[in-house]
């Protein structure tokens, strides 16, 4: 079984020791496993606006980015989990969500938490997705 990590070009850089995404060799397809994302300013330190609609827009582009780089696209997703900061913002980032995977349809979780690692951060998405070889 081989494993790759991917690190697209003009990502956020990672804060410890791990990789934005793995890829996952497993026989006839591939596996692609991307790291929970946040909206944040390339410094990494800022988030890119207060709005959680904003931030969910940014931290999907920021999927489709990785997702790109190991060969996939947002089509390719199975399962998706969502952490929202407050719950109210569920139906704001649902509709997000659901224009981002109108074709692949994927299972989604999506639960309030008590925060994030950067402060002002209201979501976080992480995403697994599957590609033919």
Not at 64 to 93: H, Q
Request: overall charge neutral; glycine content about 4%.
């Amino acid at each position: 079984m081989k494993i790759e990590n991917i690190y697209p070009e003009n990502n956020q850089k990672a804060r410890g020791t791990y990789s934005p995404a793995k890829k996952i060799d497993i026989g006839n397809c591939y596996l692609i496993f991307v790291s929970g994302r946040q909206a944040r300013k390339n410094s990494n330190h800022e988030i890119i606006a207060e709005d959680v609609e904003v931030q969910a827009e940014e931290v999907f582009e920021n999927i489709e980015t990785i997702l790109n780089a190991a060969g996939a696209t947002m089509d390719n997703v199975v399962k998706a989990v969502i952490y929202l900061t407050d719950m109210n913002n569920f139906d704001k980032v649902c509709k997000i969500r659901d224009k981002w995977f109108e074709k692949s349809k994927p299972v989604s979780t999506m639960v309030e938490i008590s925060g994030t690692t950067r402060k002002g951060t209201k979501v976080e998405i992480e995403v697994t997705a599957m590609i033919e070889k």
